[in-house]
């Protein structure tokens, strides 16, 4: 049966008549506005800042347009891709009805969002090698779950998954498969951008957070259908992204070579960083990875986390979450913060083995 979004929406925001805001009546050029109950005085910092933004972020869109080779239509940004994920819950799930299928372990906003919303989490071990489990998958979903969410590369193993598994899924689900490609941009492997016009149930998320350097401004972006992003331009809140950010993400566009530079230098990295924990003699495993952090298991993670905490160094303790037994999920740092982790790994060596 093709793919119908009208019939997995909820009936509610099918039925949706958005707001509309002075900025969505009125966006050309005039001499006085007086439309937006704006501060006409202006404000105490000047600049432009007593109006609001554009709703529609239209520049910002044809700036990510271009670089993506996406259609501005086909672009929603949000207040990181944490908003885009709620936004998919409020569109698609109805509280205390719907279910989705998250792949764990993984990112926690999935399960997070869907609990806030009442909508019931059908969680899905990955396999032992952290790949998407097809079989277990397919047998734990009944056909009327909402939403799949695959994220690839995956938070926290760090593995991108087999690319021919996501094809499976993405012709095989009713529903919206969303690709959370947060890390994509380092990785080897290509994103899912360019496979958007054959999957019309497909959402793919990516982030200002990750490559671009940019976390503390809150930008993220999802992907999809015309006419999935036109549900979601419809029940976002309308000006969901301030002035100052869309500001600084043009700006920030505008010096994309950068965003390269740093990325290739943090691959380097990243290279040293994973041969040097694979020597270390309470290593026990360095999991492969295709993004900025590394996963890595411990003989007695617990005790690795505390000494580095008392060493003023703070990596995320996973040994608690499943698959993740006794490991560690350590950011690339710079060049400066690999050598003081890894000699602060080594101080706790010595200090163990002098005991
Ligand atoms: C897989 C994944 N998706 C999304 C996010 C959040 O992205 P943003 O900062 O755009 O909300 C994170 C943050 O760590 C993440 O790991």
């Known amino acids: 049966m093709p793919f119908e979004l009208a019939s997995i929406l909820r009936k509610n925001i099918l039925q949706l008549t958005p707001y509309s805001s002075a900025r969505h009546e009125f966006t050309g050029e005039a ?18 800042y007593h109006r609001y933004p554009d709703p529609g972020q ?4 044809a700036k990510i ?12 940004l949000g207040n990181g891709s944490d908003e885009a994920i709620d936004l998919l819950f409020r569109m698609f799930c109805k509280p205390g009805d719907d279910q989705v299928v998250v792949c764990q372990p993984t990112y926690g906003m999935y399960a997070v969002s ?7 989490t059908l969680n899905v071990p990955l396999t032992n090698e952290f790949q998407l489990d097809l079989g277990a998958i397919k047998s734990t979903c009944k056909g009327s779950e909402k939403l799949l969410f695959i994220c690839s590369p995956n938070n926290p193993s760090g593995n991108a998954f087999r690319r021919e598994d996501i094809s499976d899924l993405l012709h095989w689900f009713k529903g919206i498969v969303v690709i959370d490609e947060a890390y994509i941009d380092f990785s080897s492997q290509p994103s899912w951008l360019e496979e958007l016009d054959n999957f019309p149930n497909l959402v793919v998320l990516q982030t200002f957070s990750k490559a671009w350097g940019l976390a503390g401004l809150r930008l993220g972006m999802a992907f999809g259908s015309v006419e999935l992003i036109e549900v979601m331009m419809k029940v976002k809140a309308p000006y969901n992204l301030s002035a100052v950010v869309q ?34 003699p309470n290593v026990i495993k360095v999991y492969p990875s295709d993004a900025n952090f590394v996963l890595v298991r411990f003989n007695d993670a617990r005790k690795v986390y505390s000494q580095l905490l008392n060493e003023g160094i703070v990596v995320r303790d996973r040994s608690m979450v499943s698959l993740c037994e006794d490991c560690l999920r350590i ?16 101080k706790g060596i010595n200090m163990n083995a002098e005991k």
């Open 114 to 120: 869907a609990a806030i919303h009442d909508v019931k």
């Open 31 to 48: 001499k006085v506005f007086l439309d937006a109950n704006e501060n006409s005085m202006g404000s105490p910092i000047g600049e432009t």
């Open 58 to 61: 239209e520049k910002l869109k």
């Open 331 to 346: 950011t690339i740092g710079s060049q400066e913060e690999n050598k003081l982790l890894l000699a602060s790994l080594q």
């Open 247 to 280: 500001e600084m993400a043009l700006k920030a566009l505008a010096l994309s070579g950068q965003v390269e530079e740093k990325v290739n230098l943090l691959l380097h990295e990243r290279e040293k960083l994973l041969v040097a924990l694979a020597g270390l």
């Open 65 to 76: 347009s271009g670089l993506k080779h996406i259609p501005a239509e086909q672009i929603f």
